[in-house]
């Protein structure tokens, strides 16, 4: 029997719709939600993120800034325009599109963003308070899979859940937030010694390591719930379409949920930043 979709499309756009009444809300109060997203460079990848995510605040009635650098910028104009917009009431959510090129520490360009505009979760403070179990901004992505578990009647507490991947925007946080919800946790990575051995305990499994196809259905519980946070694109010889971490076509035969790809987290991912800046600015109109 085959699993259960996780659609991701359909979930983000029933959010989306309910975030328009907090925006109008907002609006009512003399508060447009406002975000401001920098990107250094012409990375392809980068550039459709950034337009993705600008369209998506004009969409839902949000004020959105994107600022532009060339490439070969100095991270002093960057920090610069980071303290500048900490300062400016207008702009509730600030976000530093990563990666950036290879002249700027990232981790000094994240931390320079003010805690309450951090809508990515990434600034230390916020990770702090994250790993308290009392966030103030969740990271978007691992925010986006716990909405699709919510939605989905999935109760994590006393479950066996295993994350593979231990990046700082999926991997870490998307662990965190299984823990407080009560499930017992195992991080692995692809270097992990017997990584089936692992997976194969996994009520729920959560695979964001960036490697196509790299889950196979040997490595599946039967019956479990496969999150897939992976988006990769195949060279041209194998059709050049994109795929997730997981391979689908055959791990949907074993789960009984199965995140698609496209169509499952990744819409959810711009949808929760637009969570997080509409949440910044609500706690600024307080």
Excluded at 7 to 33: M, N, Q, T, Y
Excluded at 92 to 116: C, K, N, T, W
């Amino acid at each position: 029997m085959s699993a259960q979709l996780m659609d991701g499309k359909a979930l983000a756009e029933e959010l989306r719709a309910g975030f328009k009444a907090r925006v109008a809300a907002l609006e009512a109060r003399g508060h447009r939600p406002g975000l401001a997203v920098i990107l250094v460079g012409e990375d392809p990848a980068s550039m459709v993120y950034v337009r993705n995510k600008v369209n998506a605040c004009e969409a839902g009635g949000m004020l959105s800034r994107k600022i532009v650098y060339p490439a070969d910028t100095a991270p002093e104009t960057v920090l610069a325009k980071i303290a500048e917009l900490n300062a400016d009431p207008g702009i509730h959510g600030i976000l530093v599109q990563l990666p950036l090129p290879r002249q700027f520490d990232e981790e000094s360009v994240l931390e320079a963003i003010a805690p309450e505009k951090d809508v990515d979760g990434f600034h230390a403070e916020n990770v702090g308070a994250l790993a308290q179990g009392n966030p103030r901004f969740i990271p978007c992505t691992p925010y986006g899979v716990m909405k699709m578990l919510e939605k989905n009647g999935i109760d994590l507490m006393g479950k066996e859940a295993v994350v593979i991947g231990r990046s700082n925007i999926v991997g870490k946080p998307m662990a965190l937030l299984l823990i407080n919800a009560g499930a017992t946790v195992t991080v692995c990575n692809s270097k992990t010694k017997d990584l089936a051995a692992h997976t194969r305990r996994a009520d729920v499994l959560v695979a964001a390591v960036g490697k196509p196809r790299f889950i196979t259905a040997d490595m599946v519980k039967p019956g479990a719930v496969v999150i897939d946070v992976g988006i990769n694109r195949l060279p041209p010889e194998d059709g050049g379409k994109l795929c997730g971490d997981v391979d689908f076509a055959a791990v949907k035969d074993i789960a009984a949920l199965i995140t698609p790809v496209p169509g499952g987290v990744g819409p959810m991912t711009i949808t929760m930043l637009l969570a997080n800046t509409i949440e910044a600015a609500e706690r600024e109109a307080k």
